[in-house]
């Protein structure tokens, strides 16, 4: 079945405490994407990359980073987690030669940070 | 920049109404507009999509016409079920770019 797949899709974590949440897709699919969704903001890009080895930055990315070493995989890192990152994160994918826009979303992160 | 506005406030309304979302836009260059839909617990969905101006997306009776004179990109079905509760997010991405901007969503509640 092709998917999007994140873990764990609950976290609960203490400040300055560093994690990552996966990300993973078997769609062979070139660009992959986080967001981070919160009430009355909508969804808000972290990062993204558009192939292994490129990554850019979103509209948000301060306090993350990512990498993207394999093509199927694109890790969302925290190094030092504070309260106001406490969110609920998608992972995204979608092939280059689509209409742009069209991207396939991971079930959701939630995450709590006290 | 690029951006999407979406009507505040969730949207309340019985089983068989008329639904309409509203949707406008701010873009440079020739964007691609989404519907994209959140189901309690999932993640999105693609829900329609139109690529240039007087395009009409559809899909599960949801419809969607692409208003370049207007900016718009409101989304309507004729007649609403308790399933289509969810969360619906208007979006847009510019050709030969990959990024989305979203809306805020509105939240849809459908009572029986």
């Known amino acids: 079945e092709a998917q999007v797949t994140q873990n764990p899709r609950y976290l609960i974590t203490v400040t300055g405490k560093k994690l990552t949440v996966t990300c993973s897709q078997n769609?062979?699919?070139?660009?992959m994407s986080w967001y981070r969704q919160d009430p009355g903001l909508g969804l808000r890009q972290i990062y993204y990359?558009?192939?292994?080895?490129?990554?850019d930055k979103g509209d948000v990315p301060e306090g993350y980073k990512v990498s993207r070493k394999e093509k199927r995989n694109f890790p969302l890192i925290l190094e030092s987690p504070s309260p106001n990152q406490t969110s609920l994160y998608f992972c995204?994918?979608?092939?280059?030669?689509?209409?742009?826009?069209?991207?396939?979303f991971g079930p959701g992160t939630r995450l709590t940070v006290t | 920049g690029n951006s999407v506005t979406q009507m505040e406030g969730p949207v309340t309304l019985s089983e068989e109404a008329f639904l309409t979302i509203n949707c406008t836009y701010t873009?440079?260059?020739?964007?691609?507009l989404f519907w994209y839909v959140q189901y309690p617990g999932e993640g999105l969905q693609l829900l329609l999509k139109?690529?240039?101006?007087?395009d009409k997306g559809s899909n599960k009776g949801f419809e969607a016409t692409y208003r370049k004179e207007t900016t718009s990109f409101h989304l309507e079905k004729g007649s609403v079920q308790v399933s289509d509760s969810a969360v619906y997010f208007c979006?847009?991405?510019?050709?030969?770019?990959?990024?989305?901007?979203f809306g805020k969503g509105n939240q849809v509640v459908v009572i029986p």
């Open positions: 990359s558009m192939n292994v080895e490129v990554t």
């Open positions: 873009a440079t260059g020739y964007p691609s």
């Open positions: 979006a847009l991405t510019i050709y030969g770019n990959n990024r989305l901007a």
């Open positions: 995204a994918s979608s092939p280059m030669d689509s209409v742009p826009g069209e991207q396939y």
């Open positions: 139109a690529t240039k101006a007087d």
């Open positions: 769609m062979n699919h070139e660009y």
